[in-house]
C-alpha cells in the first residue's frame, strides 16, 4: 500500500507540472498571436510614415502586453497548491482548503463547459488523480502511512 500511496504522488505532480506547463502555453501562445498583431501595426505606420515624408500616419495603439484571464492566474494558484499539499499529506487544514478550491474550479470547468470548449480543458485530468490522493490522505491511518510516521509534528 506505500508504493500505491507513493506512485500516486508522483503521478499527481506530474500531471500538476503538465497542467502548469499547458496554462504557461496558453497564454504563451495568446500573447504571441497579440504581439505579432501588434508587430505588424507598426511596420505599417512606419512604412506608412516614411512612405509620406513624415506627414501623415496614425499612431499604433497602445501594446497589452500578455493576456491573461482572472480563471488562468486561479488555476495556477490551485496547482501550486496541490504541489505543495503533495508535500505535506498530513496537514488537513491544507488538504481540505485545496480540496473546496478544487471543486470551486470544476464548477467553473462545468460552466466552461456549456459555453463553449477552451484549452484550459487540457488541464481536466489533474483533478480526479489529485482528489484520489485527498482521499487517501484523508483515510489512510496515520500509522500505516510512511510520510505521516516519518514526521511526528504532523500528527
Known amino acids: 500500500m506505500?508504493?500505491?500511496f507513493l506512485l500516486l504522488r508522483i503521478l499527481s505532480g506530474i500531471l500538476l507540472t503538465c497542467g502548469l506547463t499547458v496554462l504557461m502555453l496558453i497564454v504563451f501562445l495568446h500573447s504571441a498571436v497579440n504581439l505579432m498583431k501588434e508587430g505588424?501595426?507598426?511596420l505599417g505606420y512606419?512604412?506608412?510614415?516614411f512612405g509620406s515624408g513624415f506627414?501623415?500616419?496614425t499612431a499604433?495603439?497602445?501594446?497589452?502586453?500578455f493576456m491573461v484571464t482572472m480563471p488562468q492566474v486561479g488555476l495556477t494558484v490551485l496547482?501550486?497548491?496541490m504541489i505543495v499539499s503533495l508535500f505535506?499529506?498530513?496537514s488537513r487544514l491544507l488538504l481540505h482548503a485545496v480540496a473546496v478550491a478544487g471543486g470551486v474550479a470544476l464548477v467553473w470547468y462545468a460552466r466552461m463547459l456549456f459555453n463553449g470548449p477552451q484549452l484550459e480543458l487540457l488541464c481536466l485530468?489533474?483533478?480526479?488523480?489529485?482528489?484520489?490522493?485527498?482521499?487517501l490522505c484523508l483515510f489512510w491511518s496515520g500509522s500505516q502511512n510512511p510520510l505521516i510516521q516519518a514526521n511526528p509534528a504532523v500528527r
Request: aromatic share 16%; no cysteine.
Open 46 to 49: 512606419v512604412a506608412t510614415l
Open 79 to 81: 496547482f501550486v497548491a
Open 60 to 65: 499604433p495603439t497602445d501594446p497589452q502586453g
Open 40 to 42: 505588424v501595426g507598426v
Open 2 to 4: 506505500p508504493i500505491l
Open 55 to 57: 506627414t501623415k500616419g
Open 125 to 135: 485530468p489533474v483533478f480526479p488523480v489529485w482528489y484520489v490522493y485527498y482521499a
Open 88 to 90: 505535506l499529506p498530513g
